[in-house]
């Protein structure tokens, strides 16, 4: 009983052993008309019981890689003619320096010779307004959706273009309850990242200042950007105050709920977490508040060395490791609560896919323990690979000492749905908080927008 093998182990040899046909037949080794060894021998060479080489067999007919002539064999289907499948993956631009994606592409590709990726990079802001022109014309087989868009696709009643997924005990529970809706799976968990602190060590050092830590309230955090905003020439402490996938934090660890509850003082906890967002820039040495609609304004300005510590997250840390900035992480600071925004990136299968056996391969390709390794092992992103995750890194390449934090903080994690706003009411208070921000509009012109946006 000791050397019968796993589940896993047996799993593993039968997709080596269809693969193995695969590329054989693809190559060219194994022509048109040529028949393969018999059942018992397969069997022998592969390691597989003869019920399991069997139901190889079946995967391989139903791809049209074989045919099975009665009383004769199984011989290479002379319809055969290898022309590639081309699977569309419309996907975040981002990807490609935040998961090595260029690299996981040919390393599937290679495997599945077959097979050939169209990479489609994809504008963040027209992902769901575009997709009917992009699914009616056949653009698109895979898709990466973070959960913002999942999200939309749920409010716009999408999900039916979506092919359900199977749960994956192998990844973050947590992650597969993002994409999931009415007990279906609608995307396999890729990378994710909490939203954290980043910190310049060597400016913590110069300036006597410790280091941030989950301890922390956003009063420690602005005294210690007092210290180290070198008398206004850089920003001690720095964040994107746009992003909806910053300022929600506050809310959060401030007890808001949403503006129609029946709880007591949601608009004065509103009003209050909003103006916090404000002070933790002002209340520090800088006379001036910089509002810049970029994703990674934040991050620029730590690489240029004008702010010392920044709200960021792990995808971000990529575009750091250029920069030679000795760069540590931290939780963030909190208010009544210790909370942050858990942002996920997932993989989807379209329904209607004309080449759904091949693009659901590429997406159990990227988020199978291989794959979630070497983006472990050659970016900063957390893969969603539990295992994966949570392997220490070869030496080689710059990573933050504290990179498995983020283990610690996992029961801090939030999805900011439970604030009780869409994707667009969320967009729209963004309009309004860049007015009150830039003393545009006061308290109250602030919480009658709020109320006529979540009516």
Known sequence: MKNRPTRSTFLSRLQYFTDSIRQNITKGSLAPGDFLPSEMELSKKYKLSKLSVRKGLEQLLEEGFIEKLPRVGTRVAASQAQEKQVVKFVCHQSLIQEAAMESL???FEEQNPDIQIQFLPFPYQQYVENIDHYVNNDLIDVISINYDQFLEFKESDRLGMLEPQHEDASLYPFLQEGFADDSRLYAKPFIFS?????YNKEHIRENDVSDPDGSWS??????????????????GFYFHLLSQNRWPIFLMQNGYQDSLSHQPNQAELFL?????CKDVILGQRVNKLMIADDDRYAENLFMKEKASIIMTTYFNLNYLLQSGIPFEVAPLPSMKDPRTLLLTIGLSVMKTSTRKEAAQRFVDFLTQYESQLYIREHSLSIPSHKAAAEVEVKEGRYQPERFLMYRDIIPSFRF????GMTSRQFMSLRNELSYFWSDLSDGDQLLAALKEITK
């Open 218 to 235: 956003w009063e420690m955090l602005m005294d210690a950007s007092r210290k180290l905003s070198d008398n206004g020439e850089r920003y």
């Open 105 to 107: 592409i040919g390393i």
């Open 194 to 198: 909490p939203v954290i602190l980043c």
């Open 272 to 276: 209050e977490s909003m103006t916090l």
């Open 416 to 419: 900011y749905s439970e604030l």
